[in-house]
């Protein structure tokens, strides 16, 4: 069972407020993503990292921010919420760098945000 | 950019045994096949992977065709807990990110 923690699980703010949804793993994996799902929709990356200080926009372009500093953290931030942002964000992690292990990702339980 | 095609939906009957099929045709040497299930838009959850031999674990069985073009999951005793959609999916071991699909929602029924 994987070790990886999303608060909060849902969130319901206005227009305009500054959030941040955080994400901490404790196995020791280097690499983070954050992924945008809308209901019955496939997942679309947005955030990744490879480790500390290290981090990428994903395939889907998002106005969120991350931050890498801890290796076990990797939070993500909307620095003003529109309903355009209304959506669930899930955080996974992998193993990486090690050749002989398959890069399998695994993923918190999502935080569900609704932005009024 | 999913390389996968899953049925859209399938039924089993609770006990029985749940095969979900994949096709892959696409697939390359160095690319693995994994298999991930979502319940009610929880987290994803890993189940397994392979890469060319079939492959065991407390929760499935992954067969996989000589020819790597195609792949079955195998629940062997389907509970109604097992009702999610399953995602199959053919990536190289290392990348960034997981291309889901649209999966196969199973229905495991009384």
């Known amino acids: 069972e994987a070790d990886i923690y999303q608060t909060p699980r849902y969130l319901v703010i206005g227009t305009g407020k500054k959030i941040t949804l955080e994400c901490s793993q404790t196995?020791?994996?280097?690499?983070m993503y954050w992924y945008q799902q809308d209901p019955g929709m496939e997942l679309h990356l947005i955030h990744y990292?490879?480790?500390?200080?290290?981090?990428e926009k994903g395939d889907l372009s998002s106005e969120s921010t991350v931050s890498r500093i801890r290796t076990e953290h990797f939070p993500l931030t909307l620095e003003s919420a529109r309903p355009s942002h209304t959506s669930q964000y899930l955080c996974?992690?992998?193993?990486?760098?090690?050749?002989?292990?398959?890069?399998?990702?695994?993923f918190g339980p999502g935080t569900r945000l609704t932005v009024l | 950019d999913a390389k996968t095609t899953q049925p859209p939906s399938m039924d089993c009957a609770e006990g029985r045994a749940a095969n979900l099929p994949c096709n892959h045709s696409?697939?390359?040497?160095?690319?693995?096949v994994y298999w991930y299930r979502q319940i009610h838009s929880q987290g994803p959850q890993y189940i397994i992977h392979?890469?060319?031999n079939n492959e065991t674990n407390e929760m499935a069985s992954l067969i996989i065709t000589e020819d790597r073009k195609s792949s079955t999951l195998i629940l062997p005793h389907a509970t109604l807990r097992d009702t999610a959609v399953y995602y199959c999916?053919?990536?190289?071991?290392?990348?960034?990110?997981?291309?889901f699909g649209t999966g196969t929602s199973l229905t495991v029924i009384p």
């Open positions: 996974a992690s992998s193993e990486w760098g090690r050749a002989s292990v398959a890069d399998t990702q695994y």
């Open positions: 999916i053919v990536r190289f071991h290392t990348g960034n990110q997981f291309y």
């Open positions: 696409t697939i390359s040497g160095n690319e693995y």
């Open positions: 196995m020791g994996h280097d690499k």
């Open positions: 990292s490879y480790g500390v200080n290290s981090t």
């Open positions: 392979g890469l060319k």
